[in-house]
């Protein structure tokens, strides 16, 4: 049973476009909720990460949406490249201990 | 940054045979040690956690017979795949980290093939 669910499973995007991918979890005690980009062959490597005291976090062209009470977390890529081309994990964690990953997110940006 | 090293990158063996794997943090100390399983087009399924100096924990389903994991020092832990079977074939991913609050690092992950 997974404990963070991501949507969507893919999605495909023109060179320049914004590229969206959403986790929620149910989990209340989870305090920590990174997203990490893989390229195929590579192990996982972190993007950005946020803790539920602040709303959204902004690196570079990628930002975290964090709502509480809803329960859900978003990446949004901004300007997206074909070099973003990759699969994306969100994650979450309770006190920085085991993650729980979501299903992944493949993103095409198409040139 | 920090930085986890993990080898080999890829190893073919035969059935029956056993395999070890390395995962080495270089340039700091790992209090935490975690290692993960991951299928074509799939996400990480974490198989087992080892602290330094203390067995490992595993997770419900993982065969802690067949995946031993030792983690002898602050900068190394290993997993061996006993007895390998074709089923074994995969992804396997370690990351480590350095205390709470200090984020997980990964390796680059070891493609095992087993035929």
């Known amino acids: 049973q997974q404990q963070v669910k991501q949507s969507p499973q893919s999605l495909i995007v023109q060179k320049g476009g914004i590229s969206i991918i959403n986790c929620a979890y149910e989990?209340?005690?989870?305090?920590?909720f990174p997203w990490y980009q893989q390229f195929p062959g590579k192990g996982p490597a972190l993007l950005i990460a946020?803790?539920?005291?602040?709303s959204e976090k902004k690196e570079g062209r990628f930002t975290i949406s964090f709502n509480k009470s809803a329960k859900q977390f978003s990446l949004h890529i901004m300007d997206s490249q074909p070099g973003d081309s990759a699969t994306y994990f969100c994650?979450?964690?309770?006190?920085?201990?085991?993650?729980?990953f979501g299903a992944g997110t493949t993103v095409t940006v198409r040139a | 940054g920090a930085v986890v090293s993990q080898h080999p990158s890829w190893v073919i063996c035969k059935s029956g045979t056993s395999v070890k794997i390395e995962c080495r943090s270089l340039?700091?100390?790992?209090?935490?040690m975690f290692w993960y399983r991951q299928f074509p087009k799939q996400s990480l399924m974490l198989m087992a956690t080892?602290?330094?100096?203390?067995?490992?924990?595993?997770e419900q389903g993982v065969e802690k017979d067949k995946f031993l994991i030792n983690h002898a020092s602050l900068t190394l832990s290993t997993l061996t795949v006993t007895s390998a079977h074709p089923e074994d074939s995969s992804f396997y991913i370690c990351?480590?980290?350095?205390?709470?609050?200090?984020?997980?690092?990964f390796g680059s992950g070891t493609r095992l093939t087993v035929v």
């Open positions: 340039d700091f100390q790992a209090t935490t």
């Open positions: 080892s602290n330094e100096g203390s067995k490992a924990t595993y």
């Open positions: 946020i803790r539920p005291d602040v």
């Open positions: 990351s480590a980290q350095m205390g709470q609050n200090n984020g997980y690092t």
């Open positions: 994650a979450a964690s309770v006190n920085d201990y085991k993650l729980s």
């Open positions: 989990n209340t005690a989870f305090d920590y």
